[in-house]
T-cell receptor, first 111, second 116 residues
Framework: SQQGEEDPQALSIQEGENATMNCSYK?????LQWYRQNSGRGLVHLIL?????REKHSGRLRVTLDTSKKSSSLLITASRAADTASYFC???????????FGTGTQLKVEL | DTEVTQTPKHLVMGMTNKKSLKCEQH?????MYWYKQKAKKPPELMFV???????INESVPSRFSPECPNSSLLNLHLHALQPEDSALYLC???????????????FGPGTRLTVL
């Protein structure tokens, strides 16, 4: 399977804590993206990091990429209950015409 | 308008029914996608349309038939589905097909399909 693996599968934290989720993949990439999905809804693009970048920030989100280890991580700082969602990493495959999603991390932020 | 809309939100159909899912975007995007997502699983690509032409079919059974009438619309025609086809069907669009240039995908809210 070309799916990336994400861990943990599920994460439960208290509001205000940081949440870190990891994504590993097997093939080389041009870039890697992260998406959020609220329960049973469409996905929302969060951030893209290119293969020549090591770290990228967007608001409370910080993404790192280690191409030598074929892994990426998404850090959400000062989490809020509204951050409760599933988070997927995704990368372009199939010669550049397909977006393949990782297995996802279900994050629950409790008040 | 940065929205992708999908209708209907929910659909229940029998195995002998014919129904269609509709997706619309007015962002001028030239690539549109259908995904299938089962509970607690990632979305799985079904079809890609690029400039209104089918460019990728991920070996999807013929009981699913996509159609792109124009650059803003994408349909998925359903016929003789099986209960295991019950899932969330997501439509997405991007500025152009991914190719060598990445484009983020904009997703619709999905159609929750139940096949009885």
């Amino acid at each position: 399977s070309q799916q990336g693996e994400e861990d943990p599968q599920a994460l439960s934290i208290q509001e205000g804590e940081n949440a870190t989720m990891n994504c590993s993949y097997k093939t080389s990439i041009n870039n890697l993206q992260w998406y959020r999905q609220n329960s049973g809804r469409g996905l929302v693009h969060l951030i893209l990091i290119r293969s020549n970048e090591r770290e990228k920030h967007s608001g409370r989100l910080r993404v790192t990429l280690d191409t030598s280890k074929k892994s990426s991580s998404l850090l959400i700082t000062a989490s809020r209950a509204a951050d409760t969602a599933s988070y997927f990493c995704a990368r372009v495959t199939g010669g550049g015409n397909k977006l393949t999603f990782g297995t996802g991390t279900q994050l629950k932020v409790e008040l | 308008d940065t929205e992708v809309t999908q209708t209907p939100k929910h659909l229940v159909m029998g195995m002998t029914n014919k129904k269609s899912l509709k997706c619309e975007q007015h962002m001028g995007h030239r690539a549109m996608y259908w995904y299938k997502q089962k509970a607690k699983k990632p979305p799985e690509l079904m079809f890609v349309y690029s400039y209104e032409k089918l460019s990728i079919n991920e070996s999807v059974p013929s009981r699913f038939s996509p159609e792109c009438p124009n650059s803003s619309l994408l349909n998925l025609h359903l016929h003789a589905l099986q209960p295991e086809d019950s899932a969330l069907y997501l439509c997405a669009s991007s500025q152009a097909a991914l190719g060598a240039h990445y484009n983020e995908q904009f997703f619709g809210p999905g159609t929750r399909l139940t096949v009885l």
